[in-house]
């Protein structure tokens, strides 16, 4: 092959010591250069003219001319590095340009004849005599093509091509060459080890231009340019000098798209890289700050998600840190100041901590003396002051306070130039200042002025802009305030208009949408206005896209808690639709809002996957109008020049309507016309196939049961004589009474449970059974299913009972469930999911008892029944059953979960606990590690029938989120069990066996040869056992075991 040029050393012989090797190959070795010893291989022929060889000649004096034209090109070219004489430079063009002439494509030489002419253009285009690099880097790619990686100087080719790339990036900071540098970067490292003779002469810094150059490249939050991060992160191992910034890129780019999309794993994996980052970099370096800001910046930004406090703790720490390393006279000291005191703003928002608005008003203060008259940054300090003494007369009313946030406001406003891009925010900022201080001193004045600002700010932005959102919500407030003055019914409409506009803004985040519609059903129900259930529906809309986004359950558990103020929304809709006579949509309502862990846990198949597998060109068209609306809306939102945004704008609205064609194409779909769609209540009436379902809506307004029967319309059932707070309260008193109750010995009078199951049967379930009996006409022992809500679901609904004589004397009054077999659903979509799954069975039935009464230490008490239990359970159920027991040392979390998995028939003896505090780490207790509610429904078991969970705890749901039905029972049946027997409180397991035993007596009564038990029986079993064991087992003992499920 030709060299490039490198002067290794000089090679003197005599031609008879280079004609002793014959014809056979022979190497010369040189000293080291750059740490590598290289070696020439030679090969000596004697051609001899009087052979008659003429072709052979005539090669070999080609090959001479190719050799002499390259050796001349390499001496000019040396002059050139030597002299810069730009002659030099094209006399060794023209001769590399001969040799490529010479060399056809087929040539073995023709690819270093091609790296020749481009090595000594790329120096001209380095050294400023050449303007071409278009064509320097052309004969690189065509030198790397003939040179795949089996080639010797395949590694060789790939280093030149990466440096002429970075140099022609350094040149026209174009984004494209340095993506494919670092293509060519992670192909070439792997074929580099340290100690080869590219590493030392420059592979590393030539890859270290590259990550410099990526690392200065605009931050892109789209799926290709996390990538590109992700990629150059690689590139930069722990040691390497690099890795610090790689990680702080990295984490910029998740934050923007948490920031887009709300995404809570973005943020997460931001943050995780952020630490890396600040621990790459001890105390005394000179970044440590910029990462700890930056680390701090991105802890707050999950706290304004999620609202954890120890979050805005470690954000206010670290920007204490930040400011320690920032003295008096150090050049970035005010931007910690700044830094600190939103944090200590944010703070006082969550705590209202008087001392941190105060020290917040301090350090802007401080920052103010910092940005004197003319200083730049002097009109966001100014801005920042204001924003801090708003917050401040917000809490303690000192109108000083507001009117000097308004002052400052104004002259922000005025050093602010009017082509700032922020300049919009000073305008609706001292917008929002002048409606509080028209609520406090009503002039005309100050409304006026503050929705002349938000409609100037409104001008200023293009419609995609993201800080629209606010301009709508800061103008809805003013509006607002003046109807609450003067009760125009126009300015209520103008800021329900504007709530409609803020809610429905698709640039913004999705947690500040969801925050304005929550205030939206507020306001609405507040003033009588006919928006409320409008309200309602945006905002579980909303909800549902934003935990949707989730990759897991707890974190859309996380997601929702964040707006754990909206928690009564799902009832307080239904409410709202039950005071609008339209019950269909009470239904609906209260199916959205509540269990939407179930729900979205619960899309085994989403209805992409269904559409995929039937439509698939009309998924596809779908998927890609979904990715291209998302992208332009994301693209638009940070577009400052304003033609630029006018026109993303018109491709926003364009995209839009064909993602909205393309949605109705799907839906004329017979099997599709509700895709996308919440369930309607035709869809939700399924459920009661079998027997009506009864949804108690426990809210704030109002407390009502809805009775969806098997066909026909929702009955609607008032309960006038109950509130919110009594069920509040009555809960209170089932929570005290119980275990007062299970120190009674068993004759002894139970009062107090008494007194308060009579309050449920005559406030409560009375009515609803006068409507089952009189309207519905129901039978007798019909099934009957409970869906509570909210306070409801704390209250033993089932157990409701008179305790009274009837008026006639001729015996007791008939209880809840004398007259009705009672079973629970959490919601009705899960009990029409348990009976679509309901199948003829396609697997021999299997029962399993498994028992753990002896727990690891600290979980609990020895439960000295739970071996009897079992051993019961397995005399009682038929050898039909395939049984098979699991007790003592082999009860293992995955020794339980196995058995899950296996059998479709389940007994469980052993502790439940509850936790309230992360609901999916409650869990039973096993041998070694506990069972969670994560670990079951973790999985999907189709062919499960029936569970009874005799222990403590497994039906009770969240105290924070209580239409999250999220317990062991519920989490069970969500894995496949379509019928499930759950306990609302502790269990004694003594007395829990007379229960048992005739529980599965009933369940297998009547049973003939070779038949095997019917989960569809479990309620009524379970109703008869607690019935005939009145004599054995207290009251509380007998309530406590509930069914749930078909």
Same mark, same amino acid.
């Given at each position: 092959?030709?060299?490039?040029?490198?002067?290794?050393?000089?090679?003197?012989?005599? &031609?008879?010591?280079?004609?002793?090797?014959?014809?056979?190959?022979?190497?010369?070795?040189?000293?080291?250069?750059?740490?590598? %010893?290289?070696?020439?291989?030679?090969?000596?022929?004697?051609?001899?003219?009087?052979?008659?060889?003429?072709?052979?000649?005539?090669?070999?004096?080609?090959?001479?001319?190719?050799?002499?034209?390259?050796?001349?090109?390499?001496?000019?070219?040396?002059?050139?590095?030597?002299?810069?004489?730009?002659?030099?430079?094209?006399?060794?063009?023209?001769?590399?340009?001969?040799?490529?002439?010479?060399?056809?494509?087929?040539?073995?030489?023709?690819?270093?004849?091609?790296?020749?002419?481009?090595?000594?253009?790329?120096?001209?285009?380095?050294?400023?005599?050449?303007?071409?690099?278009?064509?320097?880097?052309?004969?690189?790619?065509?030198?790397?093509?003939?040179?795949?990686?089996?080639?010797?100087?395949?590694?060789?080719?790939?280093?030149?091509?990466?440096?002429?790339?970075?140099?022609?990036?350094?040149?026209?900071?174009?984004?494209?060459?340095?993506?494919?540098?670092?293509?060519?970067?992670?192909?070439?490292?792997?074929?580099?080890?340290?100690?080869?003779?590219?590493?030392?002469?420059?592979?590393?810094?030539?890859?270290?231009?590259?990550?410099?150059?990526?690392?200065?490249?605009?931050?892109?939050?789209?799926?290709? =340019?996390?990538?590109?991060?992700?990629?150059?992160?690689?590139?930069?191992?722990?040691?390497? %000098?690099?890795?610090?910034?790689?990680?702080?890129?990295?984490?910029? *780019?998740? #934050?923007?798209?948490?920031?887009?999309?709300?995404?809570?794993?973005?943020?997460?994996?931001?943050?995780? @890289?952020?630490?890396?980052?600040?621990?790459?970099?001890?105390?005394?370096?000179?970044?440590?700050?910029? $990462?700890?800001?930056?680390?701090?910046?991105?802890?707050?930004?999950?706290?304004?998600?999620?609202?954890?406090?120890?979050?805005?703790?470690?954000?206010?720490?670290?920007?204490?840190?930040?400011?320690?390393?920032?003295?008096?006279?150090?050049?970035?000291?005010?931007?910690?100041?700044?830094?600190?005191?939103?944090?200590?703003?944010?703070?006082?928002?969550?705590?209202?901590?008087?001392?941190?608005?105060?020290?917040?008003?301090?350090?802007?203060?401080?920052?103010?003396?910092?940005?004197?008259?003319?200083?730049?940054?002097?009109?966001?300090?100014?801005?920042?002051?204001?924003?801090?003494?708003?917050?401040?007369?917000?809490?303690?009313?000192?109108?000083?306070?507001?009117?000097?946030?308004?002052?400052?406001?104004?002259?922000?406003?005025?050093?602010?130039?009017?082509?700032?891009?922020?300049?919009?925010?000073?305008? $609706?900022?001292?917008?929002?200042?002048?409606?509080?201080?028209?609520?406090?001193?009503?002039?005309?004045?100050?409304?006026?002025?503050?929705?002349?600002?938000?409609?100037?700010?409104?001008?200023?932005?293009?419609?995609?802009?993201?800080?629209?959102?606010?301009?709508?919500?800061? @103008?809805?407030?003013?509006?607002?305030?003046?109807?609450?003055?003067?009760?125009?019914? +126009?300015?209520?409409?103008?800021?329900?208009?504007?709530?409609?506009?803020?809610?429905?803004?698709?640039? /913004?985040?999705?947690?500040?949408?969801?925050?304005?519609?929550?205030? &939206?059903?507020?306001?609405?129900?507040?003033? =009588?206005?006919?928006?409320?259930?409008?309200?309602?529906?945006?905002?579980?809309?909303?909800?549902?896209?934003?935990?949707?986004?989730?990759? #897991?359950?707890?974190?859309?558990?996380?997601?929702?808690?964040?707006?754990?103020?909206?928690?009564?929304?799902?009832?307080?809709?239904?409410?709202?639709?039950?005071?609008?006579?339209?019950?269909?949509?009470?239904?609906?309502?209260?199916?959205?809002?509540?269990?939407?862990? &179930?729900?979205?846990?619960?899309?085994?198949?989403?209805?992409?996957?269904?559409?995929?597998?039937?439509?698939?060109?009309?998924?596809?068209?779908?998927?890609?109008?979904?990715?291209?609306?998302?992208?332009?809306?994301?693209?638009?939102?940070?577009?400052?020049?304003?033609?630029?945004?006018?026109?993303?704008?018109?491709?926003?609205?364009?995209?839009?309507?064909?993602?909205? +064609?393309?949605? +109705?194409?799907?839906?004329? @779909?017979?099997?599709?016309?509700?895709?996308?769609?919440?369930?309607?209540?035709?869809?939700?009436?399924?459920?009661?196939?079998?027997?009506?379902?009864?949804?108690?809506?426990?809210?704030?307004?109002?407390?009502?049961?809805?009775?969806?029967?098997?066909?026909?319309?929702?009955?609607? !059932?008032?309960?006038?004589?109950?509130?919110?707070?009594?069920?509040?309260?009555?809960?209170?008193?089932?929570?005290?009474?119980?275990?007062?109750?299970?120190?009674?010995?068993?004759?002894?009078?139970?009062?107090?449970?008494?007194?308060?199951?009579?309050?449920?049967?005559? %406030?409560?379930?009375?009515?609803?059974?006068?409507?089952?009996?009189?309207?519905?006409?129901?039978?007798?022992?019909?099934?009957?299913?409970?869906?509570?809500?909210?306070?409801?679901?704390?209250?033993?609904?089932?157990?409701?009972?008179?305790?009274?004589?009837? *008026?006639?004397?001729?015996?007791?009054?008939?209880?809840?469930?004398?007259?009705?077999?009672?079973?629970?659903?959490?919601?009705?979509?899960?009990?029409?999911?348990?009976?679509?799954?309901?199948?003829?069975?396609?697997?021999?039935?299997?029962?399993?008892?498994?028992?753990?009464?002896?727990?690891?230490?600290?979980?609990?008490?020895?439960?000295?029944?739970?071996?009897?239990?079992?051993?019961?359970?397995?005399?009682?159920?038929?050898?039909?059953?395939?049984?098979?027991?699991?007790?003592?040392?082999?009860?293992?979390?995955?020794?339980?979960?196995?058995?899950?998995?296996?059998?479709?028939?389940?007994?469980?003896?052993?502790?439940?606990?509850?936790?309230?505090?992360?609901?999916?780490? #409650?869990?039973?207790?096993?041998?070694?590690?506990?069972?969670?509610?994560?670990?079951?429904?973790?999985?999907?078991?189709?062919?499960?029938?029936?569970?009874?969970?005799?222990?403590?705890?497994?039906? !009770? =749901?969240?105290?924070?989120?209580?239409?999250?039905?999220?317990?062991?029972?519920? =989490?069970? /049946?969500?894995?496949?069990?379509?019928?499930?027997?759950?306990?609302? &409180?502790?269990?004694?397991?003594?007395?829990?066996?007379?229960?048992?035993?005739?529980?599965?007596?009933?369940?297998?009564?009547?049973?003939?040869?070779?038949?095997?038990?019917?989960?569809?029986? +479990?309620?009524?079993?379970?109703?008869?056992?607690?019935?005939?064991?009145?004599?054995?087992?207290?009251?509380?003992?007998?309530?406590?075991?509930?069914?749930?499920?078909?």
């Amino acid at each position: 092959m030709l060299g490039n040029g490198e002067i290794i050393g000089k090679l003197q012989t005599s &031609w008879d010591e280079l004609l002793d090797h014959g014809d056979e190959p022979f190497e010369l070795s040189f000293p080291p250069v750059g740490g590598v %010893n290289p070696l020439l291989t030679l090969k000596a022929i004697v051609v001899h003219a009087c052979d008659n060889q003429d072709g052979a000649l005539f090669y070999s004096l080609v090959d001479f001319e190719i050799a002499r034209e390259t050796d001349a090109g390499h001496a000019r070219y040396a002059e050139y590095m030597t002299t810069k004489a730009v002659s030099h430079l094209n006399d060794a063009l023209q001769h590399f340009q001969s040799v490529l002439g010479r060399c056809s494509v087929d040539h073995p030489d023709h690819a270093a004849a091609l790296t020749n002419l481009a090595c000594a253009r790329l120096q001209g285009y380095i050294q400023d005599d050449l303007q071409d690099i278009d064509t320097t880097t052309s004969l690189f790619r065509d030198a790397l093509a003939l040179r795949p990686q089996v080639h010797p100087n395949h590694t060789l080719s790939l280093y030149n091509l990466i440096t002429a790339l970075n140099w022609r990036h350094s040149k026209e900071r174009t984004a494209v060459f340095i993506h494919e540098s670092l293509q060519l970067c992670c192909k070439l490292l792997p074929l580099c080890p340290e100690g080869t003779y590219l590493r030392s002469i420059g592979v590393d810094s030539a890859v270290n231009c590259m990550i410099g150059e990526c690392n200065n490249l605009p931050i892109d939050a789209s799926n290709e =340019g996390i990538h590109l991060r992700r990629v150059v992160l690689e590139l930069c191992p722990l040691a390497h %000098n690099y890795r610090p910034k790689a990680l702080d890129k990295l984490a910029h *780019a998740l #934050s923007t798209r948490f920031t887009q999309q709300g995404g809570i794993d973005d943020i997460d994996e931001c943050i995780q @890289l952020g630490r890396e980052a600040v621990s790459l970099c001890p105390e005394g370096h000179s970044y440590r700050g910029t $990462y700890l800001n930056n680390l701090a910046s991105s802890l707050q930004s999950r706290f304004e998600h999620q609202g954890k406090s120890h979050d805005l703790d470690e954000v206010i720490s670290m920007h204490e840190e930040a400011l320690r390393m920032r003295p008096v006279g150090h050049r970035m000291r005010d931007f910690s100041l700044d830094n600190l005191g939103v944090a200590l703003y944010t703070r006082f928002n969550k705590h209202s901590d008087v001392d941190d608005i105060n020290r917040a008003v301090s350090l802007y203060r401080e920052a103010l003396t910092l940005h004197p008259p003319g200083h730049p940054r002097r009109d966001t300090t100014l801005h920042n002051i204001a924003v801090a003494l708003k917050e401040r007369y917000d809490k303690l009313h000192v109108i000083e306070d507001l009117n000097e946030a308004i002052d400052l406001y104004r002259e922000s406003l005025r050093l602010t130039q009017l082509d700032n891009p922020v300049r919009h925010r000073n305008l $609706y900022n001292l917008s929002s200042a002048l409606c509080s201080r028209f609520t406090r001193t009503p002039k005309d004045v100050d409304v006026e002025e503050a929705i002349r600002l938000c409609q100037e700010s409104l001008v200023v932005l293009p419609q995609l802009h993201p800080d629209r959102f606010f301009s709508y919500a800061w @103008l809805q407030q003013a509006y607002e305030s003046r109807y609450q003055m003067r009760h125009n019914s +126009a300015d209520l409409s103008l800021a329900v208009e504007n709530y409609r506009l803020a809610s429905r803004h698709p640039t /913004q985040g999705f947690p500040q949408r969801i925050i304005q519609a929550y205030d &939206w059903t507020i306001k609405a129900e507040q003033h =009588g206005d006919g928006s409320a259930l409008e309200a309602y529906s945006t905002f579980f809309e909303l909800l549902d896209a934003h935990l949707v986004t989730r990759s #897991s359950t707890t974190s859309r558990r996380e997601a929702a808690a964040a707006f754990h103020c909206a928690r009564s929304l799902p009832v307080d809709a239904a409410s709202c639709a039950i005071r609008s006579d339209n019950l269909r949509r009470a239904v609906e309502l209260a199916e959205q809002g509540r269990g939407q862990q &179930w729900s979205l846990a619960s899309r085994l198949k989403t209805p992409v996957e269904d559409l995929e597998s039937g439509h698939p060109h009309l998924a596809r068209k779908f998927l890609d109008l979904s990715k291209r609306v998302s992208n332009a809306a994301q693209g638009s939102a940070v577009i400052t020049d304003r033609a630029a945004a006018d026109q993303a704008a018109t491709e926003y609205r364009r995209l839009t309507a064909q993602w909205d +064609a393309a949605v +109705a194409e799907i839906r004329n @779909l017979r099997a599709f016309s509700r895709f996308l769609l919440p369930p309607s209540y035709e869809d939700l009436q399924v459920a009661a196939r079998n027997g009506p379902v009864i949804i108690l809506v426990a809210s704030q307004y109002s407390c009502s049961a809805i009775i969806v029967p098997t066909s026909g319309e929702p009955h609607n !059932v008032a309960l006038p004589s109950i509130t919110l707070k009594d069920l509040e309260d009555l809960k209170d008193r089932f929570a005290r009474a119980i275990p007062q109750a299970s120190k009674m010995g068993l004759k002894q009078p139970r009062n107090d449970l008494i007194v308060l199951l009579r309050a449920v049967w005559d %406030n409560i379930m009375l009515p609803v059974v006068n409507v089952l009996e009189h309207v519905l006409e129901l039978k007798r022992q019909s099934r009957i299913w409970l869906c509570p809500t909210a306070a409801f679901t704390s209250i033993p609904l089932h157990a409701a009972h008179p305790f009274r004589t009837k *008026a006639d004397r001729s015996g007791k009054e008939s209880c809840l469930e004398d007259l009705y077999i009672c079973s629970y659903t959490p919601t009705l979509s899960a009990l029409i999911r348990s009976r679509q799954m309901m199948k003829k069975r396609r697997v021999p039935p299997s029962f399993v008892a498994i028992g753990q009464g002896q727990p690891r230490a600290g979980e609990g008490k020895a439960l000295l029944a739970v071996d009897s239990e079992i051993e019961l359970v397995s005399k009682l159920v038929p050898v039909t059953a395939n049984r098979s027991t699991l007790s003592g040392d082999a009860a293992t979390r995955a020794g339980a979960l196995e058995a899950l998995e296996q059998n479709t028939w389940v007994h469980l003896a052993c502790h439940g606990k509850q936790d309230h505090d992360q609901p999916y780490d #409650s869990h039973f207790v096993m041998k070694d590690a506990p069972l969670t509610l994560l670990d079951i429904m973790d999985k999907d078991i189709p062919h499960a029938e029936f569970a009874f969970l005799s222990a403590c705890h497994t039906a !009770v =749901g969240d105290k924070e989120t209580p239409d999250e039905v999220i317990h062991l029972a519920a =989490g069970l /049946q969500f894995s496949g069990f379509k019928s499930v027997v759950g306990t609302l &409180w502790e269990v004694d397991d003594a007395v829990a066996n007379h229960v048992v035993k005739a529980f599965y007596e009933n369940m297998v009564k009547k049973l003939g040869d070779g038949e095997f038990m019917d989960c569809t029986k +479990a309620a009524w079993a379970l109703n008869r056992a607690t019935n005939s064991v009145k004599s054995e087992v207290p009251l509380e003992q007998r309530m406590v075991f509930i069914h749930i499920g078909v």
